[in-house]
């Protein structure tokens, strides 16, 4: 019997030790120490303090991964697709049996909450679940061209993908990518953010038990410069998975373009929630609460603008600011409403955003400040904030945050909130929070944006195709969409 988080945590506090932590890359169906022997530590955000140590990996590391990838990819393009849906089957029930562990782990290495981590690790299980279904149904199409040729496609897996997981959702994003990659029959190098090397490779191990070929699913840590940027260069890789910042994003494009690789990449955004007058205001508080303050704000897709119409502006601040101001700090592995920023770098650049807000005079009506746990005085933390009535030019709506602060924008009528909600560089997602569907479709179609809910922010899940337009990135994750990346048309032509 698995032991609870809750356990977990005990022991963890009681000695500052985590058991059974990987140690190495996993590459070929092992964990191997890296080329040079190079450590980096990680740090629980929650105590600001490191609690463990893993390789620093570098071009001779990844050279290795890609290397058995090649030839896992030998034996995995041509393992029967119902036999590779059995295994990734099996893989989902381990995740689920052993989901504990992998919650405990995520929420020491990203700051998350406990309830936030096992939430992702129920997404992630069923992303293993939901592409097995479609492994065995990858099927192409005849083309009539007449009498005396026979004509048809087929899909076949594009080859080694490469996949650089952000550490705002370690677990769910790495089997965003790997499990329609690994469906497909591609062999893949995984990268996870430096800040949170260990579900990465936790589940590579598992995803080997389950039955996965040495080679198919490899994974190398270490900083961005040193394994990320020779992983995206090599010439063997024929597509890369990004989530992560634009500059970044931009950077990946120019490493891949002498090798013509494909490309999806998923880069923030600044995403509106627009309440109507007519909206469901309690409804919309609540949306708009864990729009912005759920992982403490630090979601590519959080809605960290709300266009809000000015006849009940005042109703819905006042209530979303009690909320705000009820949320309890603390470490993710307490009973923390939110729990801490990812790094201390991070936690200076959200505190660099707001000080600079508050110089301009904008109106912070509450938050606004770093902090630490109440129970410890320790970890790396920033008070859910709330800025009111800022000017579309403003800063504070231009730019991506990534922390939890919510900039208010006040409109007269649905026609300037479309206005206001295209009126960035981002385009990846929208809420809709009123009565009145019609009003919900015209906003729906005319907001620049891959993804467009109505009251309900969060709405959709593993079936809902996500991605972003303009800088927030271009291609599909999830969804049958979601395995298109990974997969490439051949068309057979037969004159008899």
Same mark, same amino acid.
């Given at each position: 019997?698995?032991?609870?988080?809750?356990?977990?945590?005990?022991?963890?506090?009681?000695?500052?030790?985590?058991?059974?932590?990987?140690?190495?890359?996993?590459?070929?169906?092992?964990?191997?120490?890296?080329?040079?022997?190079?450590?980096?530590?990680?740090?629980?955000?929650?105590?600001?303090?490191?609690?463990?140590?893993?390789?620093?990996?570098?071009?001779?590391?990844?050279?290795?991964?890609?290397?058995?990838?090649?030839?896992?990819?030998?034996?995995?393009?041509?393992?029967?697709?119902?036999?590779?849906?059995?295994?990734?089957?099996?893989?989902?029930?381990?995740?689920?049996?052993?989901?504990?562990?992998?919650?405990?782990?995520?929420?020491?290495?990203?700051?998350?909450?406990?309830?936030?981590?096992?939430?992702?690790?129920?997404?992630?299980?069923?992303?293993?679940?939901?592409?097995?279904?479609?492994?065995?149904?990858?099927?192409?199409?005849?083309?009539?061209?007449?009498?005396?040729?026979?004509?048809?496609?087929?899909?076949?897996?594009?080859?080694?993908?490469?996949?650089?997981?952000?550490?705002?959702?370690?677990?769910?994003?790495?089997?965003?990518?790997?499990?329609?990659?690994?469906?497909?029959?591609?062999?893949?190098?995984?990268?996870?953010?430096?800040?949170?090397?260990?579900?990465?490779?936790?589940?590579?191990?598992?995803?080997?038990?389950?039955?996965?070929?040495?080679?198919?699913?490899?994974?190398?840590?270490?900083?961005?410069?040193?394994?990320?940027?020779?992983?995206?260069?090599?010439?063997?890789?024929?597509?890369?998975?990004?989530?992560?910042?634009?500059?970044?994003?931009?950077?990946?494009?120019?490493?891949?373009?002498?090798?013509?690789?494909?490309?999806?990449?998923?880069?923030?955004?600044?995403?509106?929630?627009?309440?109507?007058?007519?909206?469901?205001?309690?409804?919309?508080?609540?949306?708009?609460?864990?729009?912005?303050?759920?992982?403490?704000?630090?979601?590519?897709?959080?809605?960290?603008?709300?266009?809000?119409?000015?006849?009940?502006?005042? +109703?819905?601040?006042?209530?979303? $600011? &009690?909320? !705000?101001?009820?949320?309890? /700090?603390?470490? *993710?592995?307490? =009973?923390? @409403? #939110?729990?801490?920023?990812?790094?201390?770098?991070?936690?200076?650049?959200?505190?660099?955003?707001?000080?600079?807000?508050?110089?301009?005079?904008?109106?912070?009506?509450?938050?606004?400040?770093?902090?630490?746990?109440?129970?410890?005085?320790?970890?790396?933390?920033?008070?859910?904030?709330?800025?009111?009535?800022?000017?579309?030019?403003?800063?504070?709506?231009?730019?991506?945050?990534?922390?939890?602060?919510?900039?208010?924008?006040?409109?007269?009528? +649905?026609?300037?909130?479309?206005? $206001? &909600?295209? !009126?960035?560089?981002?385009? /990846?997602?929208? *809420?809709?929070? =009123?009565? @009145? #569907?019609?009003?919900?479709?015209?906003?729906?179609?005319?907001?620049?944006?891959?993804?467009?809910?109505?009251?309900?922010?969060?709405?959709?899940?593993?079936?809902?195709?996500?991605?972003?337009?303009?800088?927030?990135?271009?291609?599909?994750?999830?969804?049958?969409?979601?395995?298109?990346?990974?997969?490439?048309?051949?068309?057979?032509?037969?004159?008899?």
């Amino acid at each position: 019997m698995t032991r609870s988080a809750e356990d977990l945590a005990k022991a963890y506090f009681a000695t500052g030790a985590v058991e059974e932590l990987p140690s190495g890359h996993f590459i070929h169906g092992a964990f191997v120490p890296g080329s040079f022997g190079d450590m980096l530590e990680s740090y629980d955000p929650g105590l600001g303090r490191a609690f463990a140590s893993f390789s620093a990996g570098n071009a001779d590391d990844i050279a290795k991964a890609v290397e058995s990838a090649e030839k896992g990819l030998a034996v995995w393009r041509d393992t029967p697709p119902a036999k590779r849906c059995q295994i990734l089957n099996r893989a989902a029930a381990l995740i689920r049996e052993r989901g504990e562990y992998l919650a405990f782990v995520e929420t020491l290495d990203s700051g998350k909450t406990l309830v936030e981590a096992r939430g992702d690790v129920q997404s992630c299980a069923r992303f293993f679940e939901y592409y097995a279904g479609v492994a065995d149904k990858l099927q192409g199409s005849s083309i009539p061209l007449g009498p005396g040729l026979t004509s048809w496609t087929e899909r076949e897996p594009v080859g080694i993908t490469a996949h650089i997981i952000p550490w705002n959702y370690p677990t769910s994003t790495f089997a965003r990518g790997i499990a329609p990659a690994l469906a497909a029959g591609c062999a893949v190098v995984a990268k996870p953010a430096e800040t949170t090397p260990f579900t990465a490779l936790i589940l590579a191990q598992w995803l080997h038990e389950a039955g996965v070929p040495a080679g198919v699913l490899n994974v190398v840590t270490g900083l961005g410069q040193d394994a990320g940027a020779p992983l995206v260069r090599h010439p063997s890789i024929a597509h890369v998975t990004f989530t992560g910042s634009v500059a970044t994003g931009v950077g990946v494009m120019q490493a891949a373009a002498p090798n013509v690789t494909r490309l999806t990449l998923e880069l923030g955004g600044k995403s509106p929630l627009i309440a109507l007058a007519d909206c469901d205001l309690d409804r919309a508080v609540d949306g708009a609460l864990w729009a912005i303050f759920s992982n403490a704000g630090q979601i590519c897709s959080a809605g960290s603008r709300l266009v809000v119409e000015r006849s009940i502006h005042d +109703e819905l601040l006042e209530k979303l $600011i &009690a909320k !705000a101001r009820a949320l309890k /700090l603390g470490h *993710g592995l307490s =009973t923390a @409403d #939110v729990g801490a920023i990812n790094s201390k770098l991070h936690l200076s650049r959200i505190a660099g955003h707001v000080d600079a807000a508050r110089a301009r005079g904008c109106r912070i009506v509450t938050g606004g400040q770093a902090a630490v746990d109440p129970e410890t005085g320790a970890g790396w933390f920033f008070e859910p904030t709330i800025i009111d009535d800022v000017a579309t030019t403003d800063p504070a709506i231009q730019e991506e945050i990534f922390g939890p602060v919510l900039a208010v924008q006040v409109v007269d009528n +649905e026609d300037e909130a479309i206005a $206001i &909600a295209n !009126a960035t560089e981002y385009g /990846l997602v929208a *809420g809709i929070y =009123t009565r @009145d #569907v019609g009003k919900a479709l015209r906003l729906a179609r005319s907001i620049d944006a891959g993804q467009v809910t109505v009251n309900d922010y969060w709405a959709g899940g593993i079936e809902v195709p996500f991605g972003g337009n303009r800088k927030s990135g271009f291609g599909r994750e999830k969804g049958l969409e979601g395995i298109d990346a990974y997969t490439r048309t051949k068309a057979i032509t037969i004159r008899h």
